[in-house]
């Protein structure tokens, strides 16, 4: 099983940025998606979310309107479109496959991509 992500840079304030993860070794489409970032000194913070049937999607209040997550089941990836970047935004920013299965929990997680916002 692998996650891997790529796209993290440095950019400016107001840049734009997209994060991709591409997954195999597991039922891709079976997997609901997410991003956690992590900031330097904090914990975890979930960002976004998409559903396996990618009907709905759920964002942290901090990136609603600036930030979309989509999924391409079809090449096994999950993308973070990411506007409007501010300092806050910078962390490493990690890709999360989870499923409920038959009375298991199964989840997996990428290595990270680090994401810099700065002048």
């Known amino acids: 099983v692998q996650l891997v992500e790529s796209g993290g840079d440095l950019v400016q304030p107001g840049g734009s940025l997209r994060l991709s993860c591409a997954a195999s070794?597991?039922?891709?489409?079976?997997?609901?998606m997410s991003w956690v970032r992590q900031a330097p000194g904090k914990g975890p913070e979930w960002v976004s979310s998409?559903?396996?049937?990618?009907?709905?999607?759920y964002y942290t209040d901090s990136v609603k309107g600036r930030f979309t997550i989509s999924k391409d089941d079809a090449k096994n990836t999950v993308n973070l479109q990411m506007n409007s970047l501010k300092a806050e935004d910078t962390a490493v920013y990690y890709c999360?496959?989870?499923?409920?299965?038959?009375?298991?929990?199964?989840?997996?997680w990428g290595q990270g991509t680090q994401v810099t916002v700065s002048p």
């Open positions: 999360h496959a989870d499923q409920y299965y038959s009375g298991s929990y199964l989840d997996y």
């Open positions: 070794g597991f039922t891709f489409g079976s997997y609901d």
């Open positions: 998409i559903n396996n049937g990618k009907i709905s999607t």
